[in-house]
């Protein structure tokens, strides 16, 4: 097994997410099976109880792991379903290492940081990395490494410490350490400053670790005389330094480091470069290209509650990027803080309400993710009534799917005090229950958690078309409540349809309102799936009818269609050789993070 670990210096956000993504990729496309671990050093268990402001998404796999965002990125750029055992946290260590302790497996020893919380770093490391990830059997070939935080965080310490010592029991041949670093233009003097980078590989040498490449973000490319100062100082070939600059969007970064010839270097180190194959990144260059020269707008409104950080709808952003970039549009996000568009709003801050409203009603499509808690509710129940009385394609998501659901029953069946038991426990008439298997009393790791199968009722509706018409589909789940099951034949009476139900039948997955250009809630969370190249079935009936071609994509054949062999196609672009397109597509404006 090979270890590649990417570590950050000077400041946070400098996108060792996107680098370890990126690496990831190129290594694969050079012939590698690859695999990679996120290393957070926060005493949470996992990212489930921990602020979407704060931190970002909360991303769900497979297994129903709580986990960072940047496994999403993972995930998206490399094509592979990961587990909760790749992402480690301070939390999870300790937890491991106290219950081996209650349990006498350190009897008569005294239990320190060293050794046995660095061994237990390390015996993860190997377990994790063993773990297929590509749908093949046998471990893969290499491991990427992402070591959240920055050099010198005193929380870090017990990790950099494990890979210290890591690096020293796979050999030097097994183990390339990347190290991401800034290199600031001042203004003043216009030159790129050096010094920032060669303290953080000071103390990262002080912590027992040498750097074999230098990847140093900055706004412009690195003036050779920069690269030759940083080589000197830092003691790492010149070309092993790399500059991650700034671009039109982060699809550009793996071509970057592929023209830096990055992979050569890591394949150097790695003493992989008799077998590796030259990277075939062509049809990424070529989709890079395209991306560019979008032009044509689609225009989606996005409400949510955590709208002031735009990381915690990371995935709904993502999922959406492909959606449109498969149908050829721009994609232009407007992002609405739900509060804004209640009648609160209009008293305390009028403008804000005007300039919501606004957003809203020029939109092409809006979408409502999910979320917990009252704060922004009202708002999100006057965007689904807005899209359903003016034939606006809406798509909900999770509490989104509920609250049209809410909607629907106030305005259209008759209830006015129809509520959510999440948002009003004492409503007469709830439309939204707990559910009999959730936990009250606990919250982390308590809620019904990643892939579930969800079987269609039949094929007239446009999700089940959407997906091919295919019997059934796993999607991932993240939710505590879920629509009530006693209403169903009432709300089925007036109109509302439920295309998409558990194994049971009594579970509701998929909500549908069919005389409606496009109004679809669903329980689970279809973003966490899509992937560049086979967008969200989803996202992708949003943006067709957000931009009027809902039936040419409902016609296409491309979208996950059932092949005689059982497994799904991937969506082709029009024109192009028919190999899937693996390319991860963000229009971000000239921003790497």
């Known amino acids: 097994m090979k270890y590649v670990v990417v570590s950050g210096g000077v400041v946070s ?84 290492v106290l219950e081996k302790e209650r349990r006498g497996d350190y009897l008569g020893k005294t239990v320190q940081v060293v050794p046995h919380i660095t061994d237990a770093i390390q015996e993860w490391i190997e377990r994790a990395a063993k773990i297929p990830v590509d749908g093949q059997s046998g471990p893969p070939d290499v491991c990427v490494i992402e070591l959240g935080g920055t050099i010198g965080d005193i ?21 390339c350490l990347i190290h991401v670093s800034l290199v600031p233009v001042l203004n003043v003097v216009g030159e790129q400053k050096t010094k920032p980078t060669q303290h953080s590989v000071k103390d990262l040498r002080g912590l027992g670790l040498s750097p074999n490449i230098l990847a140093c973000r900055s706004t412009k490319p690195l003036e050779d005389t920069v690269k030759a100062k940083l080589s000197q100082f830092c003691q790492v070939p010149m070309e092993n330094i790399v500059t991650l600059f700034d671009c039109p969007n982060i699809w550009h970064i793996p071509l970057l480091l592929k023209e830096q010839k990055a992979h050569e270097a890591i ?29 044509v707008p689609v225009r989606i409104a996005v409400v ?34 739900a509060s804004d568009l209640e009648q609160g709003a209009k008293k305390e801050n009028p403008d804000a309400y005007k300039a919501a409203w606004k957003l809203l009603r020029g939109a092409d499509g809006i979408l409502v993710p999910g979320g917990f808690g009252n704060r922004g509710v009202e708002g999100k129940i006057l965007a689904a009534k807005h899209a359903r009385e003016n034939k606006v394609p809406y798509l909900g998501i999770c509490l989104g799917m509920q609250l049209a659901v809410v909607e629907y029953a106030r305005n259209v069946v008759g209830l006015p005090d129809a509520n959510s038991a999440e948002l009003d426990p004492n ?41 091919g018409n295919r019997s059934f589909v796993d999607e991932r789940h993240r939710h505590r409540y879920e629509v009530n099951p006693a209403m169903v034949p009432r709300f089925e009476s007036s109109g509302l349809t439920f295309p998409g139900k558990d194994e049971t039948g009594q579970r509701m997955e998929i909500v549908e309102l069919p005389n409606h250009p496009y109004y679809v809630g669903a329980q689970f969370h279809p973003e966490y799936k899509s992937r560049p190249g086979k967008p969200s079935p989803l996202f992708l009936g949003l943006i067709g009818a957000a931009s009027g ?22 969506v082709y672009w029009k024109g192009a050789p028919k190999k899937p397109v693996s390319v991860v597509y963000s229009l971000c404006d000239r921003v790497y993070s």
């Open 155 to 175: 929380e870090s310490m017990p990790f950099i410490e494990a890979l210290g010592q890591f690096s020293y029991r796979v050999g030097s041949e097994n183990f």
């Open 267 to 295: 394949l150097r180190v790695l003493n992989l470069t008799g077998i590796a194959k030259e990277p075939a990144l062509e049809e990424w260059s070529l989709m890079a290209k395209m991306s560019d020269k979008l032009h």
């Open 13 to 96: 956000g400098l996108g060792k997410g996107v680098t370890a993504s990126s690496i990831g990729l190129i290594l694969k496309s050079c012939g590698f099976r690859v695999t990679a671990i996120k290393i957070d050093p926060y005493l949470n268990i996992d990212a489930g109880t921990m602020s979407p402001i704060e931190h970002g998404e909360v991303y769900v796999l497979d297994d129903g792991g709580e986990v960072d965002l940047d496994l999403g990125n993972y995930e998206r750029f490399m094509d592979i379903k990961l587990t909760r055992e790749n992402n480690i946290t301070t939390g999870k260590v300790y937890k491991h």
């Open 427 to 467: 409503t007469k008439n709830p439309c939204v229950i707990f559910m009999p298997e959730g936990s009250k009393t606990h919250m982390g790791g308590t809620m019904r958690l990643g892939s579930r199968r969800s079987y269609f009722q039949s094929k007239d509706s446009k999700a089940a078309k959407l997906y």
């Open 304 to 337: 949510g509650k955590y709208t002031e950080l735009l990381d915690s709808y990371l995935s709904i952003h993502k999922a959406l990027l492909h959606a449109s970039v498969a149908r050829r549009k721009k994609l232009v996000i407007d992002w609405i803080s």
């Open 549 to 570: 071609e809902l039936e040419i994509v409902l016609q296409q054949s491309g979208v996950s269609r059932p092949q005689s062999n059982g497994k799904l196609e991937r």
